[in-house]
């Protein structure tokens, strides 16, 4: 086998196993995907959307990110899904489900359909400045940084 060729089959990057699932949003101009705990997120117009998670039991399957006053109508329409045990404020899948495959295609038909039902504005980061660190101090560590380097 060709030794280049080894180096970049090393270096390959596993292939999600619910990619299938997000692959159909992935031409809309506002598609967005996200690394988020361990698992992969999916924006549409700025909002969560979907959460493909591939992890142990309660991180195996799909979230469906929602606020609780949705939950009832996505739950009547949608049996399998629960409240996570983790994250109740969404909607959980799990993969284990026996409409796992068909329940997901659908949820995903509804979030490109833009249903109102799914998708949460996510809260901005606060920024937290910089400790302010008073003159003298940043002066006394400025010249310890040059006496070490100097020294080096």
Not at 53 to 74: I, M
């Amino acid at each position: 086998m060709n030794e280049r060729f080894e180096k970049f089959s090393r270096a390959a990057r596993p292939v999600h196993p619910h990619q299938w699932l997000w692959e159909p949003l992935e031409t809309d101009p506002s598609f967005v995907l996200r690394s988020m705990f361990g698992a992969k997120a999916v924006y549409l117009d700025g909002k969560i959307v979907l959460c493909f998670c591939a992890g142990d039991d309660s991180w195996c399957g799909l979230l469906v990110c929602t606020d609780r006053d949705r939950h009832p109508a996505l739950l009547a329409e949608f049996p399998d899904l629960r409240p996570h045990s983790i994250l109740p404020k969404w909607l959980y899948l799990p993969e284990s489900a026996g409409s796992f495959e068909a329940a997901a295609v659908r949820l995903v038909s509804l979030a490109r359909r833009r249903d109102p039902r799914i998708g949460v504005v996510p809260k901005t980061k606060k920024q937290t400045p910089a400790p302010r660190i008073p003159a003298g101090k940043a002066r006394a560590r400025k010249k310890k940084l040059r006496l070490r380097r100097s020294a080096s």
